[in-house]
């Protein structure tokens, strides 16, 4: 196999990681703060391990789950598809939540990604509407109680209950993103080779979970009560219901960035007209810089699909 793919493979196992990843379990990680990394590692890692495996048995050693079905396997040596990963774990290192199914998968198929935004607009649009209306109609009373007793020790149910949906999250996350890691791969992998990757992973997620996120992690922790075991419970089951309807609906790959930002601004802006906690303008400031550096990402990306080919 190509060098270049191989390095490739392992750039973007990490950077992706490293932004995606922790956004999924960046409210995980937020209220078990207090828990050895170890703990943490071993039941993500878990978890990563059958999703992998299982996905690569049932699409015959198709890990990306169908999602690479129309991106066209790489057969060129050549270094420019190490350049994306690479610029994905700059901008990572700064906070910046980029996109990386634009910045990876557009540069091996720049066809596909007027598809790929249309779907994560429209990700984001859903998941600004289902953040905003659940947290301001449904659970208003249930987030007002426990911004008021923050300072109380949850209910001991609270735990299985996250360790469940962050579960849940993880999964439907990883089968939607394992395609911006394995596009650098053949499509029918080989065992040894499928092996190996997972190894690669397993250390990759250790690393990030001991840094406890990282840069990244702000994006997170700069919300309301995502620290809180009850609040991060709430989320990540509603991002993994979001992910997993998006995910029925077609084989095109997605920003779950997008989805990801789309959610914490609706649930911020009903936030603060439920508790008044902070003025309108200091929410309006957070989600504008989050969407900020999300278009930032996607101006990036599209600027890499259409000048690196060229290169």
């Known amino acids: 196999m ?47 391990t059958c999703v992998l495996v299982y996905g690569w048995w049932r699409h015959s050693g198709d890990v990306s789950y169908g999602r690479l079905a129309t991106i066209p396997v790489a057969t060129e040596r050549t270094w420019i598809y190490c350049v994306p990963p690479l610029i994905l774990l700059f901008i990572t290192r700064l906070g910046v939540p980029v996109s990386t199914t634009f910045l990876i998968l557009t540069v091996f198929a720049q066809k596909a990604l007027p598809d790929m935004l249309m779907k994560s607009i429209l990700g984001y649009a859903v998941a600004f509407i289902v953040g905003f209306l659940v947290y301001r109609f449904v659970a208003s009373s249930v987030e007002k109680h426990i911004f008021e007793s923050a300072d109380r020790a949850s209910a001991s149910y609270w735990i299985p209950l996250q360790w469940c949906s962050t579960g849940l999250l993880w999964s439907q996350w990883l089968i939607q993103d394992l395609a911006n890691v394995f596009v ?48 991060a419970t709430i989320v990540d089951f509603l991002y993994a219901l979001i992910l997993l309807v998006f995910k029925e609906a077609s084989n095109v790959p997605m920003s779950t960035t997008w989805v990801f930002i789309g959610l914490l601004a609706g649930r911020e802006i009903a936030l603060t007209m439920i508790l008044c906690h902070r003025t309108g303008k200091e929410t309006q400031a957070i989600v504008a810089r989050d969407v900020f550096k999300a278009f930032s990402g996607l101006a990036v990306s599209v600027l890499l699909a259409y000048i690196i080919p060229e290169l």
């Open 2 to 48: 190509d060098i270049f793919l191989i390095l490739g493979f392992g750039l973007a196992a990490y950077s992706v990681i490293a932004n995606d990843a922790i956004q999924t379990l960046g409210t995980f990680l937020s209220s078990n703060s207090k828990r050895p990394w170890p703990v943490l590692w071993a039941y993500i890692g878990g978890l990563l």
């Open 184 to 231: 650098y791969l053949p499509r029918e992998l080989p065992a040894v080779a499928m092996t190996l990757a997972l190894v690669g992973m397993l250390g990759t997620l250790a690393v990030t979970i001991a840094a406890r996120g990282g840069a990244i992690q702000k994006i997170v922790t700069s919300k309301t009560g995502t620290g809180d075991i009850r609040s």
